[in-house]
């Protein structure tokens, strides 16, 4: 499994980014898409996961309302939108996969491909 993650940037509070994930992965049955952020100083956190097939989400209550998780089949691309951004989103945004059903837990996901930083401006 591979995943490459893209999309962050640089944006003033209360804009907007979405992050891409591609990946080189049987889809098919039971993959799991996972976003976790971190923060400088800060253990990585759960931020939102999508099963393909299901397509059961899971949010953090942080970001509830503001992100989006998605995912394009036939891209095998996973996206996460962020709207409403706020300085306190601020951080490296990974990308991670499992086999299994939609967890919130890091240690779950046996995948991970290299963050994206997204920084948000007051």
């Known amino acids: 499994v591979q995943l490459q993650a893209s999309g962050g940037g640089l944006v003033q509070s209360g804009g907007s980014l979405r992050l891409s994930c591609a990946v080189s992965?049987?889809?098919?049955?039971?993959?799991?898409t996972g976003w976790f952020r971190q923060a400088p100083g800060k253990e990585r956190e759960f931020v939102a996961a999508m099963g393909w097939s299901s397509g059961r989400t899971s949010y953090a209550d942080s970001v509830k309302g503001r992100f989006t998780i998605s995912r394009d089949n036939a891209k095998k691309t996973a996206y996460l939108q962020l709207d409403s951004l706020e300085p306190e989103d601020t951080a490296i945004y990974y990308c991670?996969?499992?086999?299994?059903?939609?967890?919130?837990?890091?240690?779950?996901?046996?995948?991970w491909g290299q963050g994206t930083q997204v920084t948000v401006s007051s």
């Open positions: 992965a049987r889809t098919d049955t039971n993959y799991v």
């Open positions: 991670a996969a499992r086999y299994g059903s939609v967890v919130p837990y890091t240690r779950y996901y046996s995948y």
